[in-house]
DNA sequence: TAATAAACCGAGTGAGTACTCGGTCAGTCA
DNA sequence: TGACTGACCGAGTACTCACTCGGTTTATTA
């Protein structure tokens, strides 16, 4: 059990970095400190293996943001929104090698042979889309957020953090610094109405 | 030249489709149909290729970009800003399989050991946050966008319309009907002040 | 037309690749 | 103690991969 553990872990560090496809199973053992073939006797194959490790990942993150939300108690739902949005910054380092694996090409494509694969994946998407949205529903009745069309203003705040994060992850750019004014963003986009200070 | 090209041209389709780790010589040989010696002849490698898909879809996106902007006649920066995110989503689709080959990750992977390559994809960010800084700033002096950090906020918007085209490609997500929306909380984001009509 | 060069091909080649198989060894329980 | 089970290993195996090489066809130019 815990031997099998420590193969799920070493492997995702390895594909989350190099990816799958250049991630041989002489790697992953060489990593461990193992024989090839040991991998073979606890997953019946490499794609198995991969569906192990994004059970974990999905596992990991969805309790990782509910021990934070449930801390939280935000005074209405806008600040709802920013409280979410700032953790998935905070998850974006704090589960970097989890987040890395999810930027890669090869769960999506897998995802769309294997339903199993599939589901996962959209389990996660649909995760996060559903805490935000339920922060734009509570924002609406408590007026701190104006009238939206929930599922749509959702997916468009789940584009923008995950657009950014990718462009930290990837090196494409780096986002040191730019928390607040993305949280600002979102707030401007959200609120009923807003007034230039200047 | 033109035989050149349509090597190019065929190892993009599928490279964008399956990967370049996943495309062998054998299949773009085979796709062409000659022999898999023959793309050796033009290329040295498989690695020099795709540098040369690369450059072509550097050139070919700028240029579509450009010759579409230069139509435009925008009345303010704001209204410049509006047009580009229209005209981003429109490329995701005209320009499909080019958008497809940058949400690839082995660019980005090639990106870091490779110059060239890195020049390549930042020359395109830097088109783009080039052309997003501009109207910002046009904005700011005819008053139609309040005062932000240029650099910032046109990451900002390149990180979302980037993550809902990533959506939409992946099969994710559908972005149907969603671009009128996406444009408003662009609006709204960067306006001056803004007052609710309900 | 003859000479030169470029385009193109078929048949390799060696270096990986995921995965198998036969067997060893340690721990468990009758 | 002795039979059984499961963890683990080394040595394969069949296959795919990018790339090479010697030679032939085709185009160009003197």
């Known amino acids: 059990m815990s031997y099998k553990d420590s193969i799920i872990g070493t492997a995702m560090a390895l594909f989350a970095e190099n990816g799958f496809k250049d991630t041989s199973t002489a790697d992953i053992a060489k ?12 997953f ?3 794609e198995e293996l991969l569906l192990k490790i994004l059970e974990r990942v999905q596992r990991d993150i969805v309790r990782e943001v509910e021990s934070h939300l449930h801390d939280a108690e935000p005074e209405n ?15 974006s380092e704090a589960k970097r ?12 494509q ?13 389990s996660i998407y649909d995760f996060f889309l559903g805490i935000i949205a339920e922060a734009l529903i509570k924002g609406q009745q408590d007026g701190s957020i104006r ?3 929930v599922q749509k203003q959702a997916m468009v705040i789940l584009a923008m953090i995950t657009g950014l994060t990718r462009f930290d992850i990837f090196g494409i750019m780096t ?12 707030q ?3 609120c009923r109405e807003y007034i230039c200070e200047d």
């Not at 986002?175 to 979102?186: K, M, N, R, T």
């Open 31 to 42: 990593s461990i400190g193992s024989a090839e073939s040991t991998l073979f006797h606890h």
């Open 44 to 46: 019946k194959n490499k």
């Open 77 to 91: 739902g806008l600040a709802m929104i920013s409280g979410i949005v700032g953790l998935f910054f905070h998850l």
């Open 97 to 108: 090698v989890e987040f890395l694996l999810l930027f890669r090409n090869y769960p999506y």
């Open 110 to 122: 897998l995802a769309n042979v294997n339903p199993t694969c599939r589901k996962i994946i959209e």
């Open 147 to 149: 009238e939206v069309n």
């Open 175 to 186: 986002l040191a610094g730019y928390h607040q004014e993305i949280i600002d963003s979102c």
């Open 188 to 190: 401007r986009m959200l």
